[in-house]
């Protein structure tokens, strides 16, 4: 699902640049749900934001879903994301003035798009927050939300379009350990229910330890990849119940 040679990249210019990624190559099979980890500056997140179009490569390859995206333009990366990619940012990028359902129905009202295999926005919308707890909140505003709560509907507006690719950048940095447990745990459900390859920064090991595999940067190069050849694990049942964590 994930394919990326040789992807390097510098912020400045000059004596002054400074290298984020020096050849990072990596690969991650569909359904794999993988956690990046290491020292800030490490390259980590300019990785994911490459992954997710929303920065570009000096040199380098990436595929996703078998789609070149180091050579798309600005339009075609945005229509591409919109349709192949959810990312789950740790400040939430909610929009206050919304509701909760408004807030992860908006990318399909956006896209004008309809819910892949069927069914209508709202539909899909209501179905989402029941999986992550939330069927009884969705008419309420964000500042009525825990912190958990708030993550966890941003974890559902991510999956809202069912997107092979899921990328979240520390999206338990503003958690406590019990709330972080629950939303990664979520997150990992969510995507084998849905298929979903996910890609999760985090400087947390505790967190990392629930993914299917842990690869480990610094300096802007991968230095541990000890499940390089683990495979994806196979889809598990949605839950019979949709009981959630108050967190």
């Known amino acids: 699902m994930i394919r990326i040679y040789n992807a390097t990249k510098s912020y400045g210019e000059g004596e002054s640049a400074v290298a984020a990624l020096r050849g990072v190559s990596l690969e991650v099979p569909a359904g794999q749900f993988v956690a990046l980890m290491g020292p800030s500056g490490c390259g980590k997140s300019t990785l994911l934001h490459i992954l997710g179009g929303l920065d570009t490569l000096e040199k380098g390859e990436v595929y996703l879903d078998e789609r070149p995206i180091h050579r798309m333009g600005e339009h075609e990366l945005t ?37 892949p295999g069927g069914g209508t926005l709202r539909e899909r919308t209501l179905a989402l927050l029941d999986e992550v707890g939330l069927g009884k909140r969705a008419r309420h505003m964000l500042h009525q939300l825990s912190g958990g709560e708030t993550q966890r509907a941003a974890l559902a507006r991510a999956l809202l379009l069912k997107p092979p690719v899921l990328l979240a950048d520390e999206p338990t940095g503003n958690l406590d350990s019990e709330a972080s447990a629950n939303v990664v745990r979520m997150l990992r459900e969510l995507g084998r229910n849905n298929g979903t390859t996910i890609v999760m920064v985090t400087h947390s090991r505790e967190v990392a330890g629930m993914a299917d595999r842990l690869v480990q940067m610094r300096d802007g190069k991968v230095v541990d990849d000890p499940g390089a050849d683990t495979p994806a694990p196979e889809a598990v049942s949605a839950p019979a119940s949709s009981s959630a964590p108050t967190a």
């Not at 349709?83 to 004008?112: A, Y």
């Open 79 to 115: 229509l591409f994301r919109r349709e192949k990619v959810g990312i789950v940012f740790q400040s939430f990028n909610l929009l206050p003035t919304l509701t909760v359902e408004e807030n992860v129905m908006l990318p399909g009202l956006l896209s004008n798009k309809d819910v």
